[in-house]
């Protein structure tokens, strides 16, 4: 017990620069304790206390701010950074070394009683306001954007954003531990942009070719002299 609670004190520290002390995880971290108590009401639902795991649980929720039902499974170093607003479903699967912000919904999608919530699998980011809904697997040490609908599986070692979720990043890399999930790619505005640049080339060949054929539609000339073929050069690199 008490080598599980250091575990649990020593990845609040690699993965929270704000704390300063020991102490200061035991009297100030809400997802410190929504963990230590899901553990308890855990225990007691696999031993056929459902309504006293319940009655810790809606506890836990009163004093953290955090809903993580009884029957969700969680594993070692799993930490909750902020907490406020999170909601882990009955048939949830956590593993090892999960990072959590505030705001994430681990959330079912149908009313049968069945598998219906998703496995997070080792090492996942999720970031603050994402949803994943359903029974679908998020493969290890992925990360998901800050407000990602996450409606599909998503492989190992990749990165899940927007609206529904889109796969934007995919690669074998150094398994360590990354905070920056407000820097992740943006799959639309890259797409904007390169339709941007498309229409500015496109306009500019157009404008050579009215002028060319002494065609005056625009008060804004382009030099006779431009030669277009920069503009339909390929980056070979």
């Keep these: 017990m008490f080598d599980r609670l250091r575990s649990e004190v020593k990845v609040i520290k690699e993965k929270d620069p704000a704390m300063r002390s020991t102490i200061e995880v035991f009297f100030c971290y809400p997802g410190f304790y929504a963990i230590l108590f899901h553990r308890i009401s855990h225990y007691l639902w696999n031993h056929s206390l459902k309504f006293l795991a319940r009655v810790l649980s809606t506890f836990s929720r009163f004093l953290t701010g955090i809903e993580i039902h009884p029957g969700a499974q969680f594993g070692d170093r799993v930490f909750i950074d902020h907490g406020m607003g999170i909601v882990v479903g009955e048939t949830a699967i956590v593993g090892d070394d999960v990072l959590i912000y505030q705001g994430v919904v681990l959330g079912g999608t149908t009313t049968q009683k069945t598998k219906r ?38 492989p190992p070692e990749s990165t899940c954003v927007g609206v529904p979720g889109r796969i934007v990043r995919s690669k074998h890399k150094r398994h360590v ?61």
Excluded: F, R, W
Aim: with cysteine; charged share 30%.
């Design 117 to 154: 919530h998703p496995t997070i699998e080792k090492g996942v980011v999720i970031g603050s306001g994402a949803k994943i809904m359903g029974n679908i697997t998020i493969g290890e040490y992925s990360k998901i954007g800050t407000g990602a609908v996450v409606l599909k599986d998503v």
């Design 177 to 237: 531990v990354d905070l920056d999930h407000n820097k992740l790619p943006d799959p639309v505005a890259s797409a904007i942009k390169t339709l941007e640049k498309q229409i500015e080339d496109n306009e500019k060949l157009i404008q050579i070719l009215l002028d060319k054929n002494g065609i005056c539609v625009s008060e804004d000339k382009t030099d006779e002299k431009e030669d277009c073929g920069d503009l339909l050069k390929i980056d070979s690199d």
